[in-house]
C-alpha cells in the first residue's frame, strides 16, 4: 500500500532561475540534478523533511507536453494557480522579514486567520503563489 508522498512537482518557467529562487532565497538544497538529453530532473528539499522532494518541473514542449499544453500551464503558473503550501514556519512574521529582505514578493503580510493559522502568501519567480503559515498556539 502506498504510506507516504516522496515527490512533489512544482512546474517553473526556468528552471535555472527557480533553483536560485528555492535554493538561495528560499533555504532549500539540491537533491537531485540529471540531465538526459532535453529532459533534467531537477529536485530541491529541506533539510527538516529528508523524505520529501520537489521537483522544479519546466514548462517546455516534451514528450508528454505539447505547444498547447506548454501554453496552458504557463497560463496557470502565470497567474499563481498552481502553487503548493501551506509552507510551514515556527515564526511567520520573522520568515516573512527575512524572506522579504533576500527580495520574495509578497501579496499579502503576515495575517491573523480565524481558522488557526497566521499566514502570508508570496509568489516565486515563476508566478506561483505559495503559503507561509504559522500554527496559532490553542
Same mark, same amino acid.
Given at each position: 500500500?502506498?504510506?507516504?508522498?516522496?515527490?512533489?512537482?512544482?512546474?517553473?518557467?526556468?528552471?535555472?532561475?527557480?533553483?536560485?529562487?528555492?535554493?538561495?532565497?528560499?533555504?532549500?538544497?539540491?537533491?537531485?540534478?540529471?540531465?538526459?538529453?532535453?529532459?533534467?530532473?531537477?529536485?530541491?528539499?529541506?533539510?527538516?523533511?529528508?523524505?520529501?522532494?520537489?521537483?522544479?518541473?519546466?514548462?517546455?514542449?516534451?514528450?508528454?507536453?505539447?505547444? @498547447?499544453? #506548454?501554453?496552458?500551464?504557463?497560463?496557470? #503558473? @502565470?497567474?499563481?494557480?498552481?502553487?503548493?503550501?501551506?509552507?510551514?514556519?515556527?515564526?511567520?512574521?520573522?520568515?516573512?522579514?527575512?524572506?522579504?529582505?533576500?527580495? #520574495?514578493?509578497?501579496?499579502?503580510?503576515?495575517?491573523?486567520?480565524?481558522?488557526?493559522?497566521?499566514?502570508?502568501?508570496?509568489?516565486?519567480?515563476?508566478?506561483?503563489?505559495? #503559503?507561509?503559515?504559522?500554527?496559532?498556539?490553542?
Amino acid at each position: 500500500m502506498i504510506n507516504r508522498l516522496s515527490v512533489a512537482t512544482i512546474w517553473v518557467k526556468d528552471q535555472n532561475e527557480a533553483l536560485r529562487f528555492y535554493t538561495e532565497k528560499m533555504g532549500f538544497e539540491i537533491r537531485a540534478d540529471f540531465t538526459n538529453g532535453d529532459f533534467r530532473w531537477l529536485t530541491i528539499g529541506l533539510k527538516e523533511q529528508p523524505d520529501l522532494e520537489f521537483q522544479l518541473a519546466g514548462i517546455k514542449l516534451s514528450h508528454a507536453l505539447n505547444q @498547447e499544453d #506548454v501554453n496552458h500551464l504557463t497560463h496557470l #503558473v @502565470e497567474a499563481g494557480q498552481l502553487g503548493i503550501g501551506p509552507w510551514k514556519t515556527d515564526d511567520c512574521q520573522k520568515t516573512y522579514e527575512t524572506l522579504k529582505a533576500k527580495g #520574495v514578493e509578497f501579496i499579502q503580510p503576515p495575517t491573523d486567520r480565524p481558522y488557526g493559522i497566521i499566514e502570508a502568501i508570496f509568489k516565486d519567480n515563476s508566478g506561483n503563489i505559495m #503559503v507561509l503559515s504559522q500554527d496559532k498556539p490553542r
